[in-house]
Structures are given as structure tokens and as C-alpha cells.
Nanobody, 121 residues
Framework: QVQLVESGGGLVQAGGSLTLSCAASGSIFSINVMAWYRQAPGKQRELVATITSRNNTNYADSVKGRFTISRDNAKSTVYLQMSSLKPEDTAVYYC???????????????WGQGTQVTVSS
């Protein structure tokens, strides 16, 4: 099995910065896409940012220019640097990864347990 463990959430004032980390562990042959999603109370889970194994990135319009996603393949870890935070960024942030567990070519999707980010005005 594969586990994704997030860290770095917390309470921050508007305009502040926060960095989230997500470490993958377990039966990992390779990791394809890694991503961050978020879910605010009463809202659907939405995609925040993605990064491929070749470090190609994509961002939701709402976070472009403020958030940066990166990964350390040697550590099987993905990061989300968040700056100029706004109260509307308040949500539970989830890590997501598409993992190949062996050489069979099959990929599996995994989610972290989520970490709370609260931005006060």
C-alpha cells in the first residue's frame, strides 16, 4: 500500500504565507502526477495545482501567481508554497498522487488525509 501524509497546515493572517508538504511512502515504483486539492466548508473539492514527473505544472486561476507547487522525487514529496493568502483560501488541503507500485504498468490513485489551512482577515 501507499500512504500520503500532509503537514504544514495552520492558522495564518491574510497576506501571510504557508508551505504544505506531502510525503508518499510504501510500495512505490514511480510517481506520475502529484497534486493539491482543497475543499472549503459547503463546497466541492477543487483542484489547486498539479505537477507531473517532468515538473510540468498547472494551477487553478484563483491561485496563479500566489501558489507554487514543487516536488522532490528523491523524497517522494510534493510541496505547496502559498503566499499572499486570502480568507477565501481557507479549506482542508488534500494531497493526491498517481502511483505505480511495480513494473506492471498499472497506476493507482491515492489521497492524503487532509490538512486544515485557515486564513484570518
Amino acid at each position: 500500500q501507499v500512504q500520503l501524509v500532509e503537514s504544514g497546515g495552520g492558522l495564518v493572517q491574510a497576506g501571510g504565507s504557508l508551505t504544505l508538504s506531502c510525503a508518499a511512502s510504501g510500495s512505490i515504483f514511480s510517481i506520475n502526477v502529484m497534486a493539491w486539492y482543497r475543499q472549503a466548508p459547503g463546497k466541492q473539492r477543487e483542484l489547486v495545482a498539479t505537477i507531473t514527473s517532468r515538473n510540468n505544472t498547472n494551477y487553478a486561476d484563483s491561485v496563479k501567481g500566489r501558489f507554487t507547487i514543487s516536488r522532490d522525487n528523491a523524497k517522494s514529496t510534493v510541496y505547496l508554497q502559498m503566499s499572499s493568502l486570502k480568507p477565501e483560501d481557507t479549506a482542508v488541503y488534500y494531497c493526491y498522487a498517481v502511483v505505480q507500485r511495480d513494473s506492471s504498468g498499472r497506476y493507482f490513485q491515492y489521497w492524503g488525509q487532509g490538512t486544515q489551512v485557515t486564513v484570518s482577515s
